[in-house]
Nanobody, 120 residues
Framework: QVQLVESGGGLVQPGGSLRLSCTAS????????MGWYRQAPGKQRELVAT???????NIADALKGRVTISRVNAENTVYLQMNSLKPEDTAVYYC??????????????WGQGTQVTVSS
């Protein structure tokens, strides 16, 4: 099994910034895609950003210019830097990771989620 531990959420004022982090541990031999998704109350979970092992990023169009995703492969950690936050960014943010375990089986894992609230 692969465990993902997220941190960095919290309450921030509009226009502020937050940096989320997510570290993977457990039984895996490769970690290809890592990324972030979010789910606001009453809405479906949606893509925020993803990054491959090689560093190729994919950021939701609506968030481009305000969000940066990066990862440190040696630490199995992915970061999400969010700037100029708006109240509509309020959501639970979930880390996602995909790769292969020691049996070479593909896996996809989710973190427990971290709450981000943007409010004055």
């Amino acid at each position: 099994q692969v465990q993902l531990v997220e941190s960095g959420g919290g309450l921030v004022q509009p226009g502020g910034s937050l940096r989320l982090s997510c570290t993977a541990s457990g039984d895996f031999v490769s970690m290809n895609g890592m990324g972030w998704y979010r789910q606001a109350p009453g809405k479906q979970r949606e893509l925020v950003a993803t990054v491959t092992y090689g560093g190729t990023t994919n950021i939701a169009d609506a968030l481009k210019g305000r969000v940066t995703i990066s990862r440190v492969n040696a630490e199995n950690t992915v970061y999400l830097q969010m700037n100029s936050l708006k109240p509509e960014d309020t959501a639970v943010y979930y880390c996602n990771a995909q790769g292969r375990d020691s049996s070479r089986r593909a896996f996809g894992s989710w973190g427990q989620g971290t709450q981000v609230t943007v409010s004055s």
